[in-house]
T-cell receptor
Framework: AQKVTQAQTEISVVEKEDVTLDCVYE???????LFWYKQPPSGELVFLIR??????QNEISGRYSWNFQKSTSSFNFTITASQVVDSAVYFC????????????FGEGTQLTVNP | DSGVTQTPKHLITATGQRVTLRCSPR?????VYWYQQSLDQGLQFLIQ???????AKGNILERFSAQQFPDLHSELNLSSLELGDSALYFC???????????????FGPGTRLTVL
């Protein structure tokens, strides 16, 4: 069975602070895919990144960076110099390599960036 | 804008009723997924269709059914509605079948269903 855990239910920071959102996953598959989605107050789900299990290279995209560590089954997301527009719920998700393309989501982390 | 459209945006109905939610995938995407987001269950996968055929099933209730039509749009039918069915229902599409096996899923804006 697969599972995604986002232990941080809510995080509140002040603008320009760096913030890291944690994601821990469980799977028995050797091939799997990890995702991050953003859900702003308007409600839509916005795709941010996909990472393959065989590629542990970290990735940076502007103020966003992701740290993938298979040894600890973690796929953490860091926002550098946070902005008010980053306020949203962030979901980590897992797609197994053997069970089709369904996404298993974590519970989400509500990030509030205060001015 | 993800390119996935869902109608209606909001739906208010009474217990015991039946509703149909509609989804149009991104142009060319063959795979459509339905997810339910509720306060107590979080975001849950319901069902997936690929080019008209059911591909995978999640925790979808027997009162719920879905189909994908030849033009690739999909409908999710919810019947004998209960208060607990109130949720945000998302449709997503991906390019599965276009040479990339596990493409990212792009989500529509969702349909907010309220059962009174």
């Amino acid at each position: 069975a697969q599972k995604v855990t986002q232990a941080q239910t809510e995080i509140s920071v002040v603008e320009k602070e760096d913030v890291t959102l944690d994601c821990v996953y469980e799977t028995r598959d050797t091939t799997y895919y990890l995702f991050w989605y953003k859900q702003p107050p308007s409600g839509e789900l916005v795709f941010l990144i996909r990472r393959n299990s065989f590629d542990e290279q970290n990735e940076i995209s502007g103020r966003y960076s992701w740290n993938f560590q298979k040894s600890t089954s973690s796929f953490n997301f860091t926002i550098t110099a946070s902005q008010v527009v980053d306020s949203a719920v962030y979901f980590c998700a897992l797609m197994m390599g053997t069970s089709g393309s369904r996404l298993t989501f974590g519970e989400g982390t509500q990030l509030t960036v205060n001015p | 804008d993800s390119g996935v459209t869902q109608t209606p945006k909001h739906l208010i109905t009474a217990t015991g009723q039946r509703v149909t939610l509609r989804c149009s995938p991104r142009s060319g995407d063959l795979s459509v997924y339905w997810y339910q987001q509720s306060l107590d269950q979080g975001l849950q996968f319901l069902i997936q269709y690929y080019n008209g055929e059911e591909r995978a099933k999640g925790n979808i209730l027997e009162r719920f059914s879905a189909q994908q039509f030849p033009d690739l749009h999909s409908e999710l039918n919810l019947s004998s509605l209960e208060l607990g069915d109130s949720a945000l229902y998302f449709c997503a599409s991906s390019g599965l079948g276009r040479g990339a096996a596990y493409n990212e899923q792009f989500f529509g804006p969702g349909t907010r269903l309220t059962v009174l």
